[in-house]
Structure formats: structure tokens, C-alpha cells
């Protein structure tokens, strides 16, 4: 099982970016999907996440400018991030809770995300 990120870059203060994360292999079924981040010198944090079930939870930081969604058929989840600000800048990693014979968390590779001007 691999979780692959994509969509990172630069962007402008008050740009936006849209990630995607899907995961692939011997997949049996897909709980929570979420995205976490890590800026330097910080702890990774948590972003947003989603059950497979549709509810959501989201840092407090991000509420009403990033939104996630997924898609069950294509085992992706997807971030927009909109109104973005320096301060969103940090490397954004995907995660899933995956059942493939058994059940674990799995990590994508991570995507450098950086707002500046």
C-alpha cells in the first residue's frame, strides 16, 4: 500500500492550492483519510480530517479556507486551500487509515507547500 501527495508549490499570499493524495495496492477498505503538516523547527500538526462516512474535522487555524474532500471510487483525497498565508507554509503529508490484511496508519511522502511573495 502507498499513499502518493501531489499539488504543492508556491503561491502568493491569498493564492490557492488544491493537493491530492491517493493511495493504491491490495486495499481491502479506507477509514479516515487526513492531511497533517510540519513547519520548520514545529511539530507535525493536524490539518483536517475525514471520515469514510463524510464528517470532518478541522484545526482551528484553517477553518473556512481549506476544505477536503475525497473520492471512495478513486481511493483519493483531496485539500483546497484557499486565502492562503505565510504562516501555511510547511511541508503537508497525507495519511489513511487502511486495512490491507490487517489494519494501519500509512503516511504519503509529504509536498512542500510555501506562500510567499
Known amino acids: 500500500v502507498q499513499l502518493q501527495a501531489s499539488g504543492g508549490g508556491l503561491v502568493q499570499p491569498g493564492g490557492s492550492l488544491r493537493l491530492s493524495c491517493a493511495a493504491s495496492?491490495?486495499?481491502?477498505?479506507?477509514?479516515?483519510m487526513g492531511w497533517y503538516r510540519q513547519a520548520p523547527g514545529e511539530q507535525r500538526e493536524l490539518v483536517v480530517i475525514?471520515?469514510?462516512?463524510?464528517?470532518?474535522k478541522y484545526a482551528d487555524s484553517v477553518k473556512g479556507r481549506f476544505t477536503i474532500s475525497r473520492d471512495n471510487a478513486k481511493n483519493t483525497v483531496y485539500l483546497q486551500a484557499n486565502s492562503l498565508k505565510p504562516e501555511d507554509t510547511a511541508v503537508y503529508y497525507c495519511?489513511?487509515?487502511?486495512?490491507?490484511?490487517?489494519?494501519?496508519?500509512?503516511w504519503g511522502q509529504g509536498t512542500q507547500v510555501t506562500v510567499s511573495s
Open positions: 475525514i471520515t469514510s462516512g463524510g464528517s470532518t
Open positions: 495496492g491490495s486495499i481491502e477498505s479506507i477509514s479516515a
Open positions: 495519511n489513511a487509515l487502511i486495512t490491507a490484511g490487517s489494519i494501519r496508519m500509512y
